[in-house]
């Protein structure tokens, strides 16, 4: 079994939940499990990841057993099932972008950081990641950070150290 | 200079907006189809067309739209495949970025002429801010009434929503697409029923890429004949092409189907040649599950021709000599790089996307990538070269879907064209972890095989 | 009422003709013999299923009459319906007996092996699958994939280094009982049965997820370890219940019940689902009314300690000499009778 160690309890918003009934809405009667993986964006966008308890009420709303939803959950890759960092840097490590210095672009993260792979910063602020490629080949070595999935282009040691920086003071 | 069909406009500041791309002569295809056109002349002149599936199958997309089934009292749906995914192939973020409102003029002459009155554009979860665009451009476009109900009085009603993906290679997979926007893990299904019978809720529906749906608009406007004057053979119409890896110039290019490989990578207007000054030694030229050609056998085929992009030059010389134009993901590796390191890398993607349900893909995938790291660290034997070519043997055909023949289809031609740099790599282990084969006698011109 | 359509359809040369609708593996099952692919994960009483295991692949070497191409890849037999004319070879095609083998070994190559301790070893699917199509070595040298072996439920062990993702527990859930826990959890080759959350498989059905499984994934956790099945007795008995049919196999060790299962046809199937009252709850002889000992196919290891009857080839039976020569073993088979 995936050993799931973290819970966290959540209380969905009126706000959020009048974002849920929109994206059912968009599906035919009945079919509002079609709503799943939206919702579950949603979800994670407000909490940081997605939680056993957060899962269950998204079941519970959309009238489906949890099941479904960790089959889900657990299925694609963007739904985070533990807590991370305030900033996911997602690099890709896929061929095209490997050809133009990816795989170096994860090495001096990972010093940069001073975390491994999954790992989070000591301040809570960082974690980051190798993930398959995200199309964007001709602008590589890329890397984006959710929840809107901004995106940094053509990196260098230089513009990540950079960006690093910039979230570091940003939060300061 | 080529002419441009899709980006046309591009360059035009606001394009983005529905406002610039109107002034610009968008919508004109919507107002042509729902005025004076029937359903079936709109797929009538997709057919004249000859538009090929812009995703990689290449199937023509008029025969896959009169396929689709048409049961009374049943709704149909179109299905817009935004899932790219495929390694190397980055065009329809860079079509749905800058001009969104072409993929939604396509989607509604596309809606019209398969009668479908709710259709959805699955974007791929990490293009979170196309899928934004995309939503802001339907908005527009409703305002200005070319969505929603009795659209410019024609009594056609259609509504379009945008679906985001969350991190699966395998959901631009037609059927796995569609589970997916049922709300379920992206497995595919056994076919048949296929899609045009049994798609979305059971429901008949078709599945095209964007830049298919979004080649519609020049169709219509222009008519079916005049796009199949573009291009040679059975290769019609322009073609969006991403070129990434080490080139001058990479990026997203339209082509006129039949320019020669040569000029695409060399020519100014285009690539402009190999990076840093380096020379070519591979090109990937249709995403990276299509076979790995070395620059003496893309530049000219088997039997001397210079080598063309269109979907025939490509593959001419089936696998043996040729690849596939794919979806039109070009990666070009120059001299520096190494195939077997790129070879594992591809192997280890499809053994992370493989969606799990079939035995020789879930387990075939994860073997090759572990066979190929041993060799890439300095591990490997003689012996797992054949090894490897027996397990993507028994992998390809033998797949509930085209995932596993897309993962093993790399390690072959790494195989096929390579062989002695893998064999240098276990004979010289701890060479092969300080440098690299180099470009060895891959450039070299190839005598013509005349038959 | 309409007449029935019937279409004719060829399986390494056998004829058949079927009902429209009917699927190779079935139109292959009616014919019988080593010519029924093997299936792993299709179930013909649990609906969706099949297609994901790829041993039962066939090659159809001519379509239909109307279309006589062949088809470009082997299919998957389970989930191909026959068309009128059409010629499928099996065991007669190098290609399928290849890929078959291809297909035992990617089965194989992160299964444990651990059959001398596994309470399936005796009627495991994979390894009569293994015996009839595998190799003798195996060309994987790298680690095996390992999960922990979970409980889910009091009743149930899930050793999911043995599954083979079948999905037919799933299908179980889903279709017999009224709610379903239990999924596939993850992805690829890390894909795994699970209930994600600690949570309990526990309804009146759910012990019949443990029938279908073609492998020691499932396993009963009030048999575990009691016995070698080859060392049972199975005998099909009945009781009056009102959840299920009551129609079960008792699998006797001497005097006692040490296991109920549903009762299985020729292909491993179960007949008719059963309730865990009947599985779990009834092990006396006094619970049932018996019937007769369960017919086993005398291929399966079970057969080997149940030697009842001496069957006398046809050649024995028509010549005096011979018969003369058996005396022994045709008194005994007769006394067994």
């Known amino acids: 079994m995936l050993s799931v160690k973290h819970n966290e309890i959540v209380e969905f918003s009126s706000t959020l939940l009048d974002q849920f009934a929109e994206v059912v809405a968009r599906f035919p009667e009945g079919r509002q499990k079609s709503a799943l993986l939206p919702i579950l964006h949603l979800v994670q966008a407000e909490f940081g990841w997605l939680s056993p308890d957060a899962m269950n009420k998204v079941a519970g709303y959309l009238g489906i057993e949890p099941i479904e939803v960790y089959e889900v959950a657990t299925f694609y890759t963007m739904y985070l099932l533990q807590p991370q960092g305030k900033y996911v840097l997602e690099v890709c490590r896929t061929g095209p972008c490997c050809l133009v210095g990816a795989e170096r672009i994860m090495t001096h993260l990972e010093n940069k950081l001073g975390v491994k792979e999954g790992e989070v910063t000591a301040d809570g602020l960082f974690s980051w990641r190798g993930v398959e490629c995200l199309a964007a080949c001709g602008y590589g070595p890329v890397l984006q950070i959710g929840p809107e999935y901004t995106f940094y282009e053509n990196l260098t040691e230089a513009s990540v150290d950079q960006l690093i920086d910039d979230l570091s003071s940003k939060t300061n | 200079m080529a002419r441009k069909l899709l980006l046309t406009h591009i360059d035009v500041p606001g394009i983005q907006t529905f406002e610039v791309y109107r002034q610009q002569g968008g919508y004109r295809a919507v107002e042509k189809v729902l005025k004076t056109m029937s359903p079936d002349d709109v797929v009538e002149e997709v057919k004249k067309s000859g538009l090929r599936g812009r995703g990689g199958a290449g199937f023509p997309t008029g025969m896959k739209w009169s396929f689709l089934a048409k049961p009374e009292g049943v709704p149909r749906y179109l299905v817009c495949n935004g899932d790219e995914s495929e390694p190397g192939t980055f065009k329809d973020r860079f079509l749905m970025t800058h001009i969104p409102h072409a993929l939604l003029e396509g989607m509604i002459v596309s809606s019209y002429a398969l009668g479908a009155h709710t259709s959805y554009i699955y974007v791929r979860g990490e293009m979170m801010p196309q899928i934004r665009i995309l939503e802001r451009a339907i908005q527009e476009a409703k305002a200005a009434g070319f969505l929603g109900n009795n659209i410019l009085g024609s009594g056609y009603d259609l509504e379009i929503y945008v679906q985001p993906g969350a991190g699966a290679y395998i959901c631009g997979e037609e059927t796995a697409l569609l589970e997916s926007l049922e709300g379920k893990r992206g497995n595919p299904r056994i076919k048949p029923p296929f899609p045009a019978i049994a798609g979305l809720y059971g429901c008949p529906t078709v599945v095209n890429n964007v830049e298919s749906i979004a080649a519609t608009v020049p169709i219509i406007n222009d008519g079916g004949e005049e796009y199949a004057k573009i291009g040679i053979e059975r290769s019609t119409g322009t073609k969006l092409i991403s070129a990434s890896g080490n080139l001058v110039k990479p990026g997203v290019y339209e082509i006129d189907l039949g320019l020669s490989v040569e000029e695409f990578i060399y020519s100014d207007e285009y690539c402009g040649g190999i990076a840093n000054g380096k020379r070519l030694k591979a090109v990937v030229p249709g995403g990276s599950s299509v076979p790995i050609l070395p620059t003496n056998l893309i530049l000219k085929t088997a039997n001397g021709n210079s080598r063309l992009m269109t979907y025939e030059s490509l593959a001419d010389g089936g696998f043996q000599t040729g690849s596939s134009m794919g979806s039109g993901g070009f990666i070009a590796f120059d001299e520096d790089q190494c195939i077997v390191r790129n070879t594992w890398n591809f192997s280890r993607f499809y053994h992370h996307e493989s969606c799990g349900q079939c035995s020789p893909c879930r387990e075939g995938t994860g073997w090759m990538e572990k066979v190929l790291h041993k060799i890439e660290t300095g591990h490997g034997d003689l012996s797992d070269i054949e090894l490897l070519w027996d397990i993507q043997r028994r992998i390809e055909g033998n797949t509930i879907c085209p995932l596993g023949d897309a993962a093993a289809w790399p390690v072959a031609a790494a195989i096929r064209h390579f062989r002695d740099e893998f064999e240098w790599h276990i004979n010289h282990p701890e060479d092969a972890l300080t440098r690299n084969y180099g470009l060895a006698h891959y450039a070299d011109p190839l005598a013509p095989i005349v038959s | ?337």
């Open chain 3, 1 to 337: 009422m309409a007449e029935e359509i019937k279409l004719k359809v060829s399986i390494d040369g056998i004829p058949i003709e079927v009902a429209s609708g009917t699927t190779i593996l079935n139109a292959a099952r009616q014919i019988g013999g080593d010519i029924v692919p093997p299936a792993m994960c299709y179930y013909s009483k649990l609906e969706g299923t099949g297609g994901k295991c790829r041993t039962c692949l066939v090659k159809v070497s001519k379509g239909s009459d109307k279309d006589p191409r062949p088809m470009p890849k082997l299919v998957a037999s389970c989930r191909t319906t026959v068309m009128d004319g059409m010629e499928v070879e099996n065991i007669t095609s190098p290609d399928v007996v290849d890929a078959r083998k291809a297909i035992v070994e990617m089965l194989l190559i992160n299964h444990p092996l651990d059959c001398p301790i596994c309470d399936q070893a005796g009627e495991c699917k994979l390894q009569d699958l293994g015996f009839e199509h595998g190799s003798a070595q195996t060309r994987y040298e790298f680690d095996r994939r390992t999960f922990e072996r979970i409980d889910i439920g009091e009743k149930i062990q899930l050793h999911m280094n043995r599954c083979i993702l079948c999905y037919r527990c799933v299908f179980v859930a889903d279709q017999i009982t009224d709610k379903r826990v239990h999924g596939i959890i993850g992805r690829g080759d890390h894909a795994e049965i699970s209930t994600y959350i600690q949570n309990v498989v526990d309804n009146d059905f759910s012990g019949n997820v443990i029938d279908v499984c073609p492998v020691g994934a499932l396993t009963d956790r009030t048999f575990r370890f009691k016995n070698r099945v080859w060392f049972t007795k199975p005998v099909d008995a009945h009781r009056d219940c009102p959840t299920c049919s009551g129609k079960v196999t008792l699998w006797y060790k001497g005097a006692d019940v040490i296991r109920v299962t549903a009762r299985k046809d020729e292909f491993g199937e179960v007949e008719e689902f059963i309730c865990n009252t009947c599985r779990y709850d009834k092990k006396e002889t006094r619970d049932w009314k018996l019937e007769e000992p369960t017919p086993i196919s005398d291929q399966s290891v079970i057969a080997s300690n149940h030697y009842t009857r001496f069957n006398p080839p046809a050649v024995i039976e028509n010549d005096p000499v011979l018969q003369e020569q058996n005396l022994e073993q045709l008194a005994r088979t007769e006394k067994l009778k």
